[in-house]
């Protein structure tokens, strides 16, 4: 006995290590089985293990996160039905020549059927027809269209993963799993559509093999037994029903399963991962618990209505409004925790009172004012303007700014504003009610009663004065600056100056989706001849100089055709500029007319002398001399706070390299090239912008 034992630990042993001679083995004997007669004890076994195949296969589907899990379904689903068919035939075998088909069929018959003809007989066409008609037919359908759809989509998934390959976000590797999965994803859904034939055939099948066994054992048993025809009825009416039935439930099962499996839905974004079909169930159940409040109110009215169970109705209402009531409460209360627990971090991070644990991210746009302004007017009509700057400027200009966040604190002086980018403070500036600004400049003498504007919040050119020093010192209104009005401007160069930083790989993504979307040529063009890292740089170039990308579609066109022969960002970036030369021009010259200053021509031979080369640009080497009169020229033409509407107009090799030297002290001036310019724009020259030069020193 141990020796066998041991035989038969060794072939289960080797059978696992060969999981396709186990395969190959059940599909020789389920053919055998279509052969050869069987023993009763073996088919009541077979019977047993296919209703346990088919619960399995139920259950099993329901924890998977998608249809790829389970891409074999379709080869398991033929070989179910196909043993389900060699049973069939067994006990119909049987049935006929025995009148016996195991303890399995008769308690179908007599259990489940209750001994009845009629009931069994209707308890069968429920089951056949809900497979055949609903389940079989509706997943028939599903499978048909999912097939198509997979097959019509893959040319824009295969698009889509070459464009994320480009651009980074996924690599090598990534890339072709997802090239696998989408292979496999559309053989699989091609293989249900033919497999869910099987499923449809499956049930005409049963019907004719009861068909069958009834009509057969009646004659079997009147014509060869000698039976009266009550008795043969009676006899084979049982069998012939506890057969059909060990037959189609399995069967309903495998179709469910099919049917779960063509109409699976995944919102986990890929095929890994807990995102079962039941845990999705519940979730998506649970996610509206207003839902199930007036579930409970309906349950309530039909307890209402004369002659129904109330007491059953009643229950459900109570555990349906429960369930609503329970997950509103828990929702609010985990937000209340989230909210508390996060303003608790904020709170506790210096005192040392308990340990974070929350990773808080640092804040894009933050306005920090003193506690004293919280709720006051004046500050909430800062605000106000603020909001309409920014917006402003993400509709004109296409750049999408963060939104801004709000904060009074202690840790400021009263009369201070502070302006920070990710928590870094890039203003301060002076907020005061009673007082406003006047160049330091404007003034021929000065007051101990005036304030001097700090160095710390960049006004050491100010003097804050009441209106009744204004008054006296016979100062118009043009001639002081409120501090909101002055605080508007400042942010608004800001926002500019630092706008084009959060034109990330998302931001151009979101650009690039909308191309797509609205114009699906020229989406997939653009993805093929331009990596997203390259048309961010390109973006953030044009952002970075005020100009609008809100002409998408030019801008997109022009790195179309130069981009295929041309690599260089700032090159690129020139070619778009001169491709949207109306737009520059209205931009600067609404009404046709631009106020420009230009370089005289001894500066301009200075500035081409002293441009110098490296790999991958060209820039100024300038004495410092010649450095700092440019600089202080600038100050005079082009002051910070001041209205100007001259742009500076220079030759188009020198036009980069003279933005890069002035971007950083003098942002807000618009230098732009006579290529830039439409030939309907006129010319207002007001000057020419010399310096003294020391013919010694011109280039370091």
């Known amino acids: 006995m141990d020796h066998f034992v041991s035989l038969l630990n060794k072939f289960a042993h080797h059978a696992m290590k060969q999981n396709e001679m186990v395969i190959a083995a059940v599909v020789v004997a389920v053919i055998f089985m279509l052969i050869l007669p069987m023993p009763t004890e073996l088919v009541d076994s077979l019977i047993a293990v296919n209703i346990c195949i088919s619960t399995l296969l139920i259950v099993l589907v329901t924890y998977m996160p998608g249809p790829l899990a389970f891409s074999t379904f379709p080869g398991m689903l033929l070989i179910t039905t196909l043993f389900r068919l060699a049973l069939s035939i067994s006990t119909t075998r049987l049935i006929l020549l025995e009148q016996d088909a195991g303890d399995i069929v008769e308690t179908f018959g007599n259990f489940v059927a209750g001994g009845n003809l009629a009931v069994g007989m209707v308890i069968f066409l429920i089951i056949t027809v809900a497979q055949f008609l609903v389940i079989a037919k509706g997943s028939e359908r599903v499978a048909e269209v999912a097939a198509r759809f997979t097959l019509d989509a893959m040319p824009g998934k295969q698009m889509s993963i070459d464009s994320d390959l480009r651009a980074g976000l996924i690599d090598a590797r990534e890339a072709r799993q997802m090239r696998m999965d989408l292979s496999k994803e559309s053989s699989l859904f091609g293989a249900l559509d033919g497999a869910m034939k099987f499923v449809k055939g499956d049930a005409i099948a049963g019907l004719v093999i009861v068909a069958v066994n009834l009509i057969g054992g009646l004659c079997v048993g009147v014509l060869q037994y000698g039976m009266s025809a009550g008795d043969a009825m009676q006899l084979y009416s049982i069998l012939t029903i506890g057969d059909g039935l060990i037959a189609q439930i399995p069967a309903l099962l495998i179709s469910l399963t099919a049917g779960i499996i063509i109409t699976r839905v995944s919102s986990g974004g890929g095929e890994s991962g807990d995102n079962n079909i039941g845990v999705e169930m519940a979730t998506q159940l649970l996610d509206q618990p207003r839902a199930w409040l007036i579930a409970s109110v309906c349950m309530v009215g039909f307890a209402l209505v004369p002659g129904m169970p109330t007491l059953t109705f009643l229950v459900i209402a109570l555990v349906t409004g429960g369930i609503g009531g329970y997950r509103i409460f828990t929702t609010n209360y985990l937000a209340l925790q989230a909210a508390q627990s996060l303003e608790g971090d904020q709170n506790n991070d210096i005192d040392g009172k308990q340990d974070l644990r929350r990773f808080t991210p640092s804040r894009a746009y933050l306005i920090q004012f003193h506690r004293v302004w919280e709720g006051d007017h004046l500050s909430l009509t800062l605000i106000e303007s603020i909001r309409k700057c920014r917006n402003h400027i993400v ?290 020259v007001i000057e020419y912008i010399d310096i003294e030069i020391n013919t010694d020193t011109e280039v370091a």
């Open 395 to 684: 509709h004109s200009f296409g750049i999408t700014l963060p939104s801004l966040d709000i904060e009074y604190t202690d840790n400021i002086a009263e009369d201070e504003i502070v302006f920070s980018i990710y928590e870094v403070p890039r203003l301060r500036a002076t907020l005061s009610r009673a007082r406003g600004a006047i160049m330091k400049s404007k003034l021929a003498t000065m007051s101990d009663d005036f304030r001097l504007g700090e160095r710390s919040r960049e006004e050491e050119h100010l003097v804050w004065m009441t209106a009744e020093q204004c008054q006296n010192m016979g100062l118009t209104e043009s001639d002081v600056w409120r501090s909101t009005s002055m605080i508007v401007s400042r942010l608004e160069h800001i926002f500019f100056m630092t706008g084009a930083e959060f034109i990330g790989l998302q931001e151009t993504r979101a650009i690039m989706s909308f191309i797509e979307q609205d114009q699906p040529e020229l989406g997939q063009e653009l993805q093929r001849t331009i990596p997203l890292a390259q048309f961010a740089a390109i973006l953030r170039k044009l952002a970075s100089e005020r100009m609008s990308l809100r002409s998408i579609r030019q801008i997109s066109e022009t790195l179309i055709e130069y981009s295929q022969y041309e690599k260089d960002i700032d090159v690129l970036s020139d070619y778009v500029r001169v491709a949207l030369k109306a737009q520059l021009s209205f931009q600067h010259a609404p009404k046709g007319v631009m106020k420009a200053r230009l370089f005289s021509p001894r500066l301009e031979e200075v500035l081409r002398d002293s441009v110098r080369h490296s790999n991958n640009s060209s820039f100024f080497v300038l004495a410092p001399d010649v450095a700092n009169a440019m600089r202080t020229q600038f100050k005079l033409l082009y002051p910070m706070h001041a209205s100007n509407d001259a742009v500076l107009l220079v030759a188009q090799d020198l036009r980069r390299m003279v933005r890069t030297l002035i971007e950083e002290h003098f942002h807000h001036v618009p230098v732009l090239s006579f290529s830039e310019i439409t030939p309907a724009t006129q010319l207002d």
